[in-house]
């Protein structure tokens, strides 16, 4: 069943002072970066052809400075999680190095957390969770691979919880992964911890802003 719906948030709401560009300019840089399959040199061109002379240099800083700006002034809107968590790691790479990117995703496709890490094991697992569960509550079931590192983190940091591990249950968030490589793809190589996992948590907002886990009264 789906959740109801809730009246429009009114809360979100982010400073902009002492910018050169007006607010609609510079989010609507920060979205078409996150949303589409752009470079910052692609998106430079983009606003020039609509008389927006900024450079990519200065839409990076964009990014970097108002994602996590955004998605902090945007959480009381944000719905609450599901009861039923998928689990799974993927693998970027940021200067040249192997990451690997934990995402969780809810019954209703609500992306639930990233979490970037130099490390796939216990410890960056129970990170995961720790902070996942710190934001969003506990979760009823956590649904995973067979991985014996998540399966570990699970029974140290949600012991309350059920651990499905059935072939293929975890396909939900495995797929999901797909469009998350799909959006790092042209980006050229990722250069920096940090700044990866800006780009990742924005694009798992800007997701779940287009399927409507927000009341925002905006459409992405």
């Not at 989010?27 to 692609?42: C, F, K, P, Q």
């Not at 900024?54 to 809107?77: E, N, S």
């Not at 495995?174 to 700044?195: S, Y």
């Amino acid at each position: 069943m789906r959740r109801r719906r809730f009246p429009v948030c009114r809360q979100a709401s982010v400073s902009f002072v002492g910018f050169q560009f007006p607010p609609e300019v510079i989010l609507l840089a920060v979205r078409w970066y996150l949303r589409y399959g752009l470079s910052y040199r692609d998106l430079e061109e983009l606003l020039a052809e609509r008389g927006i002379d900024v450079d990519h240099v200065t839409l990076f800083r964009w990014v970097q400075r108002f994602t996590p700006v955004v998605i902090d002034a945007a959480r009381p809107c944000r719905h609450a999680v599901g009861y039923r968590w998928f689990v799974d790691e993927t693998y970027v790479k940021v200067a040249g190095v192997w990451r690997y990117v934990y995402r969780a995703v809810d019954q209703h496709r609500q992306v639930i957390d990233v979490l970037v890490s130099s490390r796939r094991d216990t410890q960056a697992a129970k990170r995961f969770f720790t902070a996942a569960i710190g934001a969003h509550g506990v979760p009823g079931v956590v649904t995973t691979d067979r991985s014996p590192a998540l399966g570990r983190a699970i029974v140290e940091v949600v012991p309350d919880a059920a651990h499905d591990t059935t072939q293929y249950a975890n396909n939900r968030v495995e797929a999901d992964h797909v469009r998350l490589k799909a959006r790092l793809r042209p980006m050229r190589g990722l250069k920096q911890d940090r700044t990866a996992t800006v780009v990742i948590r924005g694009h798992a907002f800007f997701q779940n802003l287009r399927r409507d886990h927000y009341e925002l009264g905006v459409h992405a």
